[in-house]
């Protein structure tokens, strides 16, 4: 199965991919944790996506493109895969659609998880990463809004996309999440 999954910041899409990628059998991966390897490792992409990373910003497109397209292209993406926040902007989702086109693997599903806001920001504050603090929490949400709430919509035209409301606990939300990934 080839599922991506989007949702605000802290909305716990991480959480839930641990779940989710036993589950299916398929490769998480995550673009948030491939940045963060960069970073650690100081590399070229590393050192240039620091600085949107701690702004709370989007890193560009072309970035991150490279960086997937070099990932789904491995052998281990063959029979499917779990995206978790990618695509971001509807730029990225048109480049996973060309990709998919290209390959013959359109995508299953879309998962969109929806979380209120202060849930959201109280959810970030306690877990404390390095952008988690509230200034930049808060320029990641007008991120989210602006930038990737059309992806959403994108999926929705294409009626692949599953929205799930994340106000709640992580399992009931993972019993949700299966629930969403019938036809
Ligand atoms: P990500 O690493 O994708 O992180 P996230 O959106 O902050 O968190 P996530 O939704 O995974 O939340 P989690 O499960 O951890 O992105 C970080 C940055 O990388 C972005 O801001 C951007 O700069 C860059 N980036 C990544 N992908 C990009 C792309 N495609 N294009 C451009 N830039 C990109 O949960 C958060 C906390 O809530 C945890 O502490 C968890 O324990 C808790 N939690 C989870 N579920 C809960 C629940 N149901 N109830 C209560 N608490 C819960």
């Known amino acids: 199965m080839r599922l991506v999954f989007i949702g605000p910041p802290g909305a716990g899409k991480g959480t839930q991919c641990?779940?989710?990628?036993?589950?299916?059998?398929?490769?998480?991966?995550?673009?948030?944790?491939?940045?963060?390897?960069?970073?650690?490792?100081?590399?070229?992409?590393?050192?240039?996506?620091?600085?949107?990373?701690?702004?709370?910003?989007?890193?560009?497109?072309?970035?991150?493109?490279?960086?997937i397209g070099e990932r789904l292209g491995r052998d281990d993406c063959?029979?499917?895969?779990?995206?978790?926040?990618?695509?971001?902007?509807v730029g990225q989702a048109e480049s996973l659609d060309e990709y998919g086109r290209g390959a013959k693997q359109p995508l299953?599903?879309?998962?969109?998880?929806?979380?209120?806001?202060?849930?959201?920001?109280s959810r970030l504050l306690e877990r404390g990463r390095e952008d988690d603090k509230e200034k930049v929490i808060r320029r990641r949400l007008i991120a989210y809004r602006k930038q990737t709430e059309p992806?959403?919509?994108?999926?929705?035209?294409?009626?692949?996309?599953?929205?799930?409301?994340?106000?709640?606990?992580?399992?009931?939300?993972?019993?949700r999440i299966k629930a969403a990934l019938v036809r």
Do not use: C, W
């Open 108 to 121: 299953d599903f879309a998962l969109e998880l929806q979380v209120d806001e202060e849930n959201l920001v």
């Open 151 to 175: 992806v959403a919509e994108y999926y929705q035209q294409q009626d692949i996309l599953k929205r799930i409301d994340g106000n709640t606990t992580p399992e009931t939300v993972f019993e």
């Open 18 to 67: 641990v779940r989710l990628t036993e589950f299916l059998g398929v490769p998480h991966l995550s673009t948030g944790d491939m940045l963060r390897d960069a970073v650690q490792a100081k590399t070229k992409v590393g050192r240039l996506a620091k600085k949107y990373m701690g702004r709370g910003q989007l890193v560009p497109d072309p970035v991150i493109i490279d960086l």
């Open 78 to 89: 063959a029979a499917g895969y779990l995206l978790d926040g990618f695509p971001r902007t």
